[in-house]
């Protein structure tokens, strides 16, 4: 029984491991002459400014994830 359940463990580690490989690859496309050197700014939009906004966000949700971002962002100056 024991080895029973470690072939079928093996294999579907196996499977995963096949389909982890077929999918599908990331393509970046960027010019390389663009100098963002003296960006050192942002901002938040707000949610009217956003056509497809989340429907289903609540606002502690999006607070929470603004203020993780902006202590991280902080940090490197």
Do not use: R
Not at 46 to 64: C, I, P, R, V, Y
Request: glycine fraction near 6%.
């Amino acid at each position: 029984m024991k080895k029973m359940q470690m072939i079928l463990l093996g294999s579907a580690a196996l499977v995963s491991f096949v389909m982890i490989g077929c999918g599908p690859t990331a393509h970046v496309q960027k010019d390389e002459t663009v100098n963002f050197s003296d960006n050192q700014t942002y901002a938040w939009s707000e949610a009217g400014d956003l056509k497809d906004a989340a429907k289903n966000s609540s606002s502690f949700t999006e607070q929470h994830i603004k203020t993780v971002v902006d202590k991280e962002l902080e940090k490197q100056g």
